[in-house]
């Protein structure tokens, strides 16, 4: 694991990722970090878009997968997700019917002053004193290495070209 | 006032229901519906419980990070568990119904409706699980000194999030309430998460994962320890998961693996001898419950469990703190996860005084025993004199039943 750091390996495997971006600042990552953080706690199924849609579209969500039964269990191999278009927050805002926690969160202005100071908002686990550990997004153990585009952490040369090849940039896990 | 109390747990994963006087509740299901591939109507409720193939069953769940949001699912769940599974009428039965600490007023306004409007019960209380536990605890364990001033610390990891809740006089101490923002259906995911990248795509069977979770997940009592052995090829840490084939089984089962796998252990999905898929999991199996302990592994700016109970302190006037300390009772589901009792020890005395006693209990049921203590207080005077009735709902509306919950 000694030689070049694996971020000099800006390798021809990614002609796709390296002609979108360069480089990934602070902030997207901080995004791509809490969308992450978002899809951990979805109710449905990665075939399927949140649990908040009306009775309507949740039917038309069963007839395509009646068209599946007969091609048997559908476990692929390898980290390839279907391709889901999710249903941002917004569109789910404006639509009828039940509102998503988050949206009753805004909606409810928590910010502004509740009565005896305590909410919510002010009753969520302060960050903690210790810095955050560093784990190889690929394997799971320790890392040494972060890779410069996508800021994620890998421990080893094997690891990184596994992460190259498949995750980096994409956000998607 | 009736003298029937319905005792409702209502929470983000499974609805624990009773009537009082039964201590243990008369059923425990899914507090969602679900459907199975192919099938149009979906199973609401206690119907899951007699569906056999997890691994095709999608779930939607009325409750969204641990708050009641979508109450027309949660009242076909609650209709059948009332009317068939208790077989009540709301009308001529008060209700005592668990909700989280810091309800949103919409939600509260969301469950007032449910509750009195279209159930119609005669009155209703509700109160935070955490409380009730410590009831239920304070029962099992009289011994304990913190117990006979009804004072104790709850953890409870439950399927939304996970509260620290410091009680004295069977009451919460509001300004001590820490809420870490990891459950027991965040860990799932993050599992499904996981194993989706480094076996098998499990993206579409959330269901069976947590199935698969329980049976696999322990929390390390010693990461590095633990990380270390893990990196053997022959890891004793290894396990593999036989994924039901939905023909002749319809659930899996854990095993240890029988081989060390030629090559790399994170190729092989296929077993050789059969058909049988399996799903290999080695640091997995500790390094998701440890994001409780640790939630910044996950990119999330929060403390982990130890941590977080000393923010729950430093909320609470210091002369509680060593009662507080010594009876911290943990409940959940999450809670159950083998190891996570000696690990929270390890974790916390560091963290406090020497000269406090720091002592942990898991009660025999950490996910029935707030329903437990729910019976407990139905039982008593005390829910009549705090109940509102829906006389009071119809005169003075939600806010009302807000301001009688919060000083619980
Ligand atoms: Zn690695
Ligand atoms: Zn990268």
């Known amino acids: 694991m000694s030689g070049a750091r ?18 990934v600042d602070k902030a997207e990552r901080q995004q791509a970090a809490s969308a992450r953080l978002d899809r951990l706690e979805d109710d449905q199924d990665a075939g399927e878009a949140l649990g908040h849609l009306s009775d309507d579209e949740f039917r038309l969500d069963d007839s395509d997968e009646g068209a599946q039964i007969g091609e048997g269990r559908k476990r692929k191999k390898g980290g390839k997700r279907p391709g889901v278009k999710r249903k941002t927050r917004g569109q789910l805002a404006e639509h009828r019917g039940p509102k998503a926690f988050s949206t009753l969160l805004d909606e409810a202005e928590l910010e502004d002053a509740p009565e005896d100071g305590l909410s919510y908002l002010t009753a969520a686990a302060a960050s903690s004193v210790y810095p955050a550990r560093k784990w190889c997004s690929v394997c799971g153990f320790a890392a040494t290495y972060k890779c410069v585009r996508c800021g994620s952490q890998c421990c080893s040369r094997k690891c990184f070209g596994t992460h190259t090849e498949t995750r980096c940039l994409k956000f998607t896990m | 006032m009736s003298d029937r109390v319905v005792v409702l747990d209502n929470g983000g994963s499974t609805c624990k229901v009773g009537v009082n006087l039964k201590h243990q509740p ?97 009155s209703c209380l509700r109160v935070p699980a955490a409380t009730l536990a410590q009831k239920a605890h304070c029962q099992d364990q009289p011994g304990i000194a913190a117990n006979r001033a009804a004072c104790g610390l709850v953890v409870d990891a439950g399927f939304s999030f996970t509260h620290v809740v410091p009680v004295f006089d069977a009451h919460a101490i509001s300004s001590g309430i820490k809420r870490i923002n990891i ?25 069976l994962m947590e199935h698969i979770k329980e049976q696999a997940c322990f929390v390390s ?18 396990r593999e998961y036989v994924l039901p084939d939905g023909v002749n089984s319809t659930t899996g089962f854990l095993r240890i693996p029988a081989d060390p796998l030629p090559g790399s252990s994170r190729q092989p999905t296929v077993h050789e001898k059969s058909s ?88 025999d049921d950490p996910i029935t025993c707030a329903h437990r203590g729910g019976a407990l207080l139905a039982a008593s005077p005390a829910f009549g004199q705090a109940a509102m009735t829906r006389q009071a709902y119809e005169e003075e509306g939600a806010a009302r039943m807000q301001t009688i919950a919060n000083d619980d």
């Open chain 2, 183 to 207: 459950g027991g259906k965040l860990l799932t995911n993050y599992l499904k998460e996981l194993v989706s990248y480094r076996s098998i795509n499990m993206m579409e069977e959330t269901y």
């Open chain 2, 26 to 122: 008369h059923s425990v299901f899914p507090n969602g519906t679900g459907k199975i591939k192919g099938e149009r109507q979906p199973l609401v409720g206690d119907q899951l419980l007699a569906c056999g193939d997890l691994s095709t069953v999608s779930i939607r769940r009325p409750i969204d990070r641990g708050y009641l949001v979508n109450s027309e699912l949660e009242r076909e769940i609650w209709a059948r568990a009332f009317r068939s599974v208790l077989k009540v009428d709301p009308n001529s039965s008060s209700l005592l119904l668990t909700e989280a600490p810091f309800a949103l007023p919409a939600v509260e306004e969301l469950t007032a409706q449910l509750v009195f409007e279209d159930f119609g019960f005669h």
């Open chain 2, 221 to 238: 009592t010693d990461l590095r320890a633990d990380l270390h052995i893990s990196r053997a090829r022959q890891s004793p840490n290894r």
């Open chain 1, 6 to 23: 694996p971020s000099k390996r800006r390798s021809t495997r990614d002609k796709k990722t390296s002609q979108r971006v360069g480089l």
């Open chain 2, 276 to 363: 049988e898929q399996v799903l290999m999991m080695n640091n997995e199996r500790f390094l998701v419950p440890e994001v409780l302990f640790s939630p910044g592994d996950l990119g999330l700016q929060q403390a982990g469990l130890a941590e977080a109970i000393v923010q729950a302190l430093e909320g609470v006037h210091e002369s509680l703190h060593p009662l507080l300390l010594s009876n911290i009772l943990l409940t959940g589901g999450s809670a159950a996860c083998p190891g996570f009792a000696q690990r929270l020890l390890a974790d916390l005395r560091p963290l406090v005084s020497d000269e406090y006693e720091v002592g942990v209990y898991m009660p």
